[in-house]
């Protein structure tokens, strides 16, 4: 592997972790708010790469608007789906075990999946990369990388950015840490004062918008079919069990592993690519029980 | 209504009720019912094996599907080209190896707790897919077919769908007498004792992770067996057999027939089998049919949000509602019986 080789792969290792870790921070950060695991969020993802293939011919006829007007609108109706779902489904879910938590969000997949196929059918489509950000870069003398691949990546990190500086700036990310500690103070927030059934429904929304806004940008980059939110999903769960449940900054470390481990393994050994994460995952969990960050 | 005193043995009537009524079906039912129970009852011993631990140890495991897939794959790839295979190695090589990687895993996975146990059996259940499904060892994605379906000398021939109804039936009673006697000893006791409270079961002497991961092994042997009727049956696997799908859907039945009593994994897989039948049916959905997961995948959100204590608890329901009763429930908790 040469030189230019290796830093392409460098780069499709980082788009391919910032956007896992865009998806696995929902995933930990409705988990440790909420104590909900969701099974449902990968979901999301699909939702929200389908919303980017149905919504662009839709929004090129009324608004005569391109790739950006797609985005504005996906985002707006994820987090009215995000809120929706939280009153409906999720509400009467906090109190129960996590085995329930699990049956029922395979039931919304299940529901997810099939409404999909109903509405849109079961082919596999592509995305057409936005004509501003169609171009290529030059890498070395004969190698190129496609501009749109650093924009995924670049999303991704002002993501990233924004939620760091929402979580350690604002009093909305204050009251997030203070519930996310456990159940007892999530008892003692709410006696503070904080509605708390509106901040989980705040905290939802987000994290579906976070999950659809992922799906719709990956959209060109990975084509759109059938099953992809399940396959995220499961990555994701190791992510979020590599880095610590509830924990934002483990998620960043641990889907950045992921992004490196597998983007070389498909280069290096191609016949255990699949496998190699899980390996990971068994190795680290030999190390830390508990992933490499707790909660907090 | 029935007493306290009596009770368990209207559960004794049921559960012998319903063996009874399996053993005589073949001389009534068509071939494609006595089929369909065939599958059903085959599941119903998976979903035994994950009640053992779902239900009985408090291990809400979502991998399941694993240690059927191993032991599905092993009966297709380690059967002879030509020949039949002989039951007598045949099936204890499949189970070995289901419980060798149940053993694997359960070491590792046992070190964690709670949400992370889910998503730690799911992401090493997925591991076995990729295996499976990536390297041509298994056929990849196309799955591979059983030529000859194994025997046992020339007393059982697998191939006879009658003989492999019996036998199913046989491992189905074998393993659900074994299960109920085995949660009555002392292994079962401290079992329930850890799904109660496994800090103070530690606290009275007892090592809880020797305990779990025997109980993990065993419940990757049961699954084993059931995979390995499964390829016998159909004479063919594929990939999916390993699929979170099937895991989720083995938990889903459990669930459905009611958590903590071996006899709701057998009610649970029954009323699985039927409810998918019923949305799958075309005679009663016409084209909607083939969006049958949206019917399932609605039953489920309501089943959830309806019947917390799955079908099992139905009965007690109803008393509440129409007596105002309500029956302790510790022995229920406590009791790991039929």
């Given at each position: 592997m040469d030189l230019a080789t290796f830093f392409i792969q460098c780069l499709n290792a980082l788009q391919y972790g910032l956007l896992l870790f865009l998806v696995a921070s929902g995933l930990t950060l409705i988990f440790g708010i909420m104590g909900v695991i969701n099974l449902a969020h990968g979901s999301f993802y699909m939702i929200g790469a389908y919303l980017a293939y149905a919504l662009a011919p839709l929004v090129a006829a009324t608004f005569g608007g391109g790739f950006f007007t797609v985005l504005a609108i996906g985002l707006v109706l994820a987090v009215l789906l995000g809120y929706v779902l939280e009153w409906a489904f999720?509400?009467?879910?906090?109190?129960?075990?996590h085995l329930q938590q699990v049956l029922m969000t395979y039931g919304l997949i299940l529901v997810f999946e099939e409404l999909r196929s109903m509405l849109v059918g079961d082919d596999v489509h592509g995305v057409p990369v936005p004509p501003l950000l169609a171009g290529t870069l030059p890498l070395g003398d004969v190698m190129t990388y496609p501009v749109y691949r650093l924009f995924v990546s670049a999303v991704c990190l002002l993501l990233a950015g924004a939620m760091y500086l929402v979580f350690t700036r604002t009093r909305l990310g204050m009251m997030i840490r203070a519930g996310s500690a456990g159940p007892a103070q999530r008892e003692m927030v709410q006696s503070l004062g904080v509605d708390i059934k509106f901040l989980y429904r705040v905290v939802f929304a987000a994290g579906v918008a976070i999950a659809v806004l992922a799906g719709m940008v990956a959209a060109p980059v990975s084509s759109v079919y059938p099953g992809m939110g399940n396959t995220v999903l499961i990555i994701c769960f190791v992510v979020v069990v590599i880095g610590g449940i509830g924990s934002i900054r483990g998620a960043l470390l641990a889907a950045l592993l992921i992004g490196i481990v597998d983007t070389f393994g498909k280069v290096l050994l191609p016949q255990a690519a699949g496998v190699l994460v899980y390996v990971l995952m068994a190795l680290i969990l030999l190390w830390k029980p508990d992933g490499l960050f707790r909660a907090g | 209504m029935m007493g306290v005193h009596r009770r368990p043995d209207v559960r004794l009537a049921f559960v012998i009720a319903v063996f009874v009524l399996l053993a005589l079906l073949p001389f009534t039912a068509g071939g494609y019912a006595l089929d369909l129970i065939t599958k059903t009852m085959i599941y119903a011993i998976f979903a035994l094996s994950l009640e053992l631990l779902?239900?009985?140890?408090?291990l809400v495991c979502f991998g399941q599907a694993a240690f059927f897939g191993i032991g599905a794959y092993g009966a297709v790839l380690w059967s002879p080209q030509a020949d039949a295979a002989s039951l007598l190695w045949l099936l204890p090589a499949c189970v070995g190896a289901a419980a060798l990687y149940a053993l694997a895993v359960g070491a590792l996975s046992l070190r964690t707790r709670g949400v992370y146990f889910i998503m730690v059996t799911l992401a090493f259940a997925q591991m076995a897919f990729y295996v499976v499904h990536d390297t041509p060892l298994g056929g990849g994605t196309d799955g591979i077919y059983l030529n000859v379906k194994p025997v046992l000398?020339?007393?059982?021939?697998?191939?006879h769908s009658g003989v492999f109804y019996s036998v199913t039936l046989a491992s189905l009673a074998a393993v659900f007498g074994g299960l109920a006697l085995l949660l009555r000893s002392r292994f079962g006791r401290a079992l329930a004792g850890i799904k109660a409270n496994e800090q103070r079961m530690r606290a009275t002497g007892f090592s809880t992770y020797g305990y779990k991961l025997a109980a993990f092994v065993l419940a990757g042997a049961i699954a084993g067996l059931a995979g390995f009727l499964f390829a016998v049956k159909d004479g063919y696997v594929n990939p999916e057999l390993l699929g979170w799908h099937l895991s989720a859907s083995v938990l889903i039945m459990i669930i459905l027939g009611g958590l903590g009593h071996l006899r709701g994994a057998l009610i649970g897989a029954f009323a699985f089998a039927l409810l998918q039948e019923f949305f799958k049916s075309e005679a009663i959905?016409?084209?909607?049919?083939?969006?049958?997961s949206l019917g399932l995948g609605l039953s489920i959100i309501a089943c959830v949000a309806l019947l917390?204590?799955?079908?099992?608890?139905v009965p007690a329901l109803l008393r509440e509602r129409l007596f105002g009763t309500r029956r302790a429930t510790v022995d229920e908790v406590i009791d790991g019986g039929v």
């Amino acid at each position: 592997m040469d030189l230019a080789t290796f830093f392409i792969q460098c780069l499709n290792a980082l788009q391919y972790g910032l956007l896992l870790f865009l998806v696995a921070s929902g995933l930990t950060l409705i988990f440790g708010i909420m104590g909900v695991i969701n099974l449902a969020h990968g979901s999301f993802y699909m939702i929200g790469a389908y919303l980017a293939y149905a919504l662009a011919p839709l929004v090129a006829a009324t608004f005569g608007g391109g790739f950006f007007t797609v985005l504005a609108i996906g985002l707006v109706l994820a987090v009215l789906l995000g809120y929706v779902l939280e009153w409906a489904f999720f509400s009467f879910l906090y109190q129960r075990e996590h085995l329930q938590q699990v049956l029922m969000t395979y039931g919304l997949i299940l529901v997810f999946e099939e409404l999909r196929s109903m509405l849109v059918g079961d082919d596999v489509h592509g995305v057409p990369v936005p004509p501003l950000l169609a171009g290529t870069l030059p890498l070395g003398d004969v190698m190129t990388y496609p501009v749109y691949r650093l924009f995924v990546s670049a999303v991704c990190l002002l993501l990233a950015g924004a939620m760091y500086l929402v979580f350690t700036r604002t009093r909305l990310g204050m009251m997030i840490r203070a519930g996310s500690a456990g159940p007892a103070q999530r008892e003692m927030v709410q006696s503070l004062g904080v509605d708390i059934k509106f901040l989980y429904r705040v905290v939802f929304a987000a994290g579906v918008a976070i999950a659809v806004l992922a799906g719709m940008v990956a959209a060109p980059v990975s084509s759109v079919y059938p099953g992809m939110g399940n396959t995220v999903l499961i990555i994701c769960f190791v992510v979020v069990v590599i880095g610590g449940i509830g924990s934002i900054r483990g998620a960043l470390l641990a889907a950045l592993l992921i992004g490196i481990v597998d983007t070389f393994g498909k280069v290096l050994l191609p016949q255990a690519a699949g496998v190699l994460v899980y390996v990971l995952m068994a190795l680290i969990l030999l190390w830390k029980p508990d992933g490499l960050f707790r909660a907090g | 209504m029935m007493g306290v005193h009596r009770r368990p043995d209207v559960r004794l009537a049921f559960v012998i009720a319903v063996f009874v009524l399996l053993a005589l079906l073949p001389f009534t039912a068509g071939g494609y019912a006595l089929d369909l129970i065939t599958k059903t009852m085959i599941y119903a011993i998976f979903a035994l094996s994950l009640e053992l631990l779902v239900g009985s140890t408090g291990l809400v495991c979502f991998g399941q599907a694993a240690f059927f897939g191993i032991g599905a794959y092993g009966a297709v790839l380690w059967s002879p080209q030509a020949d039949a295979a002989s039951l007598l190695w045949l099936l204890p090589a499949c189970v070995g190896a289901a419980a060798l990687y149940a053993l694997a895993v359960g070491a590792l996975s046992l070190r964690t707790r709670g949400v992370y146990f889910i998503m730690v059996t799911l992401a090493f259940a997925q591991m076995a897919f990729y295996v499976v499904h990536d390297t041509p060892l298994g056929g990849g994605t196309d799955g591979i077919y059983l030529n000859v379906k194994p025997v046992l000398g020339s007393v059982l021939d697998l191939g006879h769908s009658g003989v492999f109804y019996s036998v199913t039936l046989a491992s189905l009673a074998a393993v659900f007498g074994g299960l109920a006697l085995l949660l009555r000893s002392r292994f079962g006791r401290a079992l329930a004792g850890i799904k109660a409270n496994e800090q103070r079961m530690r606290a009275t002497g007892f090592s809880t992770y020797g305990y779990k991961l025997a109980a993990f092994v065993l419940a990757g042997a049961i699954a084993g067996l059931a995979g390995f009727l499964f390829a016998v049956k159909d004479g063919y696997v594929n990939p999916e057999l390993l699929g979170w799908h099937l895991s989720a859907s083995v938990l889903i039945m459990i669930i459905l027939g009611g958590l903590g009593h071996l006899r709701g994994a057998l009610i649970g897989a029954f009323a699985f089998a039927l409810l998918q039948e019923f949305f799958k049916s075309e005679a009663i959905f016409g084209a909607f049919a083939k969006h049958w997961s949206l019917g399932l995948g609605l039953s489920i959100i309501a089943c959830v949000a309806l019947l917390p204590r799955g079908l099992v608890g139905v009965p007690a329901l109803l008393r509440e509602r129409l007596f105002g009763t309500r029956r302790a429930t510790v022995d229920e908790v406590i009791d790991g019986g039929v």
